[in-house]
């Protein structure tokens, strides 16, 4: 493809869209340490996030913020709910007219509780703001695994084209137009998880795990369906999926915060040695 991407944020899911994305069309990674940046271009990894996983040989990395946006077709937001904002006010010094804004965070914005694509929205109003979201752990695709995700945009022939410089491999991608719901159903499913991980912290066993998972679920999706989502997406990928993926893997970030917690540390405790954002 000719559309060049740029992904905003080297942590483990924006590095891994970026090795995704970078066997379809030129992809650039904006990287806030610029060592990182010259180890994912001389070394083809990111240690830090995804150790002994090998990157596509044609990412390239860059630590000027500035070059990642100038050039950009396509802008994917890897960085966390809670930098979002100040991230987007630097992309609107150097990004062009009319690009599409892809968000990859699970989260809602602190203190004003917005969705991010509103958020890319009041920053950038003159672009389109959409989400990538599912049940996506970063070393399984990073491993090969199969995995499904969303793109979701309310312009569907967006998401549409969008979803051929997604999708790659085993890693299928589908499309929703309903933003509200695919963005609330990754936030929200975040807090069932670290319920979830007290339960296990705690040894309640699987019957109290699966009434969490499942009321929960059914929490979420009165909430989302009331605030603008359809219910028929918390069925799906965006919803129960996420889900099941948080709340049950090992790898999940959200649960280990909620077993740490079950097993009586601190949050204070539990965040400081956690160099990923949960």
């Known amino acids: 493809m000719n559309l060049k991407v740029s992904v905003l944020g080297a942590g483990s899911f924006g590095t891994t869209m970026a090795h995704v994305i970078a066997r379809n069309a030129p992809t650039l990674i904006w990287c806030r340490r610029p ?7 001389r070394e083809h990894t ?5 150790p002994d996983a090998p990157l596509a040989d044609s990412l390239r990395a860059t630590a000027d913020l500035e070059e990642a946006v100038k050039s950009a077709d396509v802008v994917v937001m890897g960085v966390p709910s809670h930098g979002m904002r100040s991230t987007l006010e630097e992309v609107a010094r ?15 914005e602190p203190g004003s509780y917005l969705r991010m694509t509103e958020v890319i929205r009041e920053v950038l109003p003159d672009h389109r703001a959409g989400a990538l979201t599912g049940p996506n752990l970063a070393r399984e ?6 995995a499904a995700s969303v793109v979701a ?16 491999g085993v890693f299928r991608v589908y499309t929703n137009t309903d ?7 990754g936030a929200l499913k975040n807090v069932i998880a670290i319920a979830t991980g007290m339960g296990d912290g705690l040894g309640v066993g699987d019957n109290t795990r699966s009434a969490v998972i499942t009321r929960g679920l059914a929490e979420l999706t009165r909430l989302g369906v009331a605030m603008g989502g ?10 129960v999926g996420d889900l099941v993926a948080t709340c049950t893997s090992m790898k999940s970030r959200n649960r280990f915060v909620g077993e740490q917690l079950g097993l ?6 539990i965040i400081a040695d956690m160099n990923q954002v949960a």
């Not at 695709?141 to 199969?146: D, K, L, S």
């Not at 933003?179 to 159903?185: A, F, I, S």
């Open 35 to 41: 060592e990182t940046a010259e180890e994912i271009n």
């Open 46 to 50: 990111n240690a830090a996030y995804l």
């Open 94 to 108: 150097h990004i062009r007219p009319w690009v599409p804004v892809v968000s990859l965070a699970k989260g809602l």
């Open 141 to 146: 695709i990073m491993a090969g695994f199969a």
């Open 153 to 168: 945009f309310e312009d569907v022939e967006l998401a549409r084209q969008l979803q051929s410089v997604l999708h790659s």
């Open 179 to 185: 933003v509200v719901g695919c963005e609330l159903g």
């Open 230 to 239: 359809e219910s028929a997406t918390f069925a799906g990928l965006a919803g």
């Open 264 to 269: 009586g540390k601190t949050i204070d405790e």
